[in-house]
């Protein structure tokens, strides 16, 4: 999948949060809440679908997901 022509972290990419590990502290639907949505029942995170974001963003949510849940899909 695509790599980052510019390599200023503009590429648009893709996330996954993993179920699992999410353990529903909305951090990440604070930060982007057009990209991340916590379940009504269940509070786990899920990505909106065909949500993306600039890479270079993409990797602070990575960065700021307290159990390590998230990651690129690329990646
Ligand atoms: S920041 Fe991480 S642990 Fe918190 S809701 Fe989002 S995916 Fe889950």
């Known amino acids: 999948?695509?790599?980052d022509?510019?390599?200023d972290g503009s590429e648009r990419?893709?996330?996954v949060?993993?179920?699992d590990?999410?353990?529903g502290i909305g951090q990440c639907e604070l930060l982007e809440p057009d990209?991340?949505?916590l379940g009504d029942e269940d509070a786990i995170s899920r990505v909106v679908d065909g949500a993306d974001l600039p890479r270079a963003r993409a990797l602070e949510l990575v960065d700021?997901?307290?159990s390590g849940a998230?990651?690129?899909a690329d990646a």
């Open 5 to 7: 022509p510019t390599g």
């Open 17 to 19: 949060v993993d179920e």
């Open 1 to 3: 999948m695509g790599g």
């Open 35 to 37: 990209v991340f949505r």
């Open 13 to 15: 990419v893709a996330m």
């Open 70 to 72: 998230i990651s690129i």
């Open 21 to 23: 590990r999410c353990i």
């Open 64 to 66: 700021r997901c307290p």
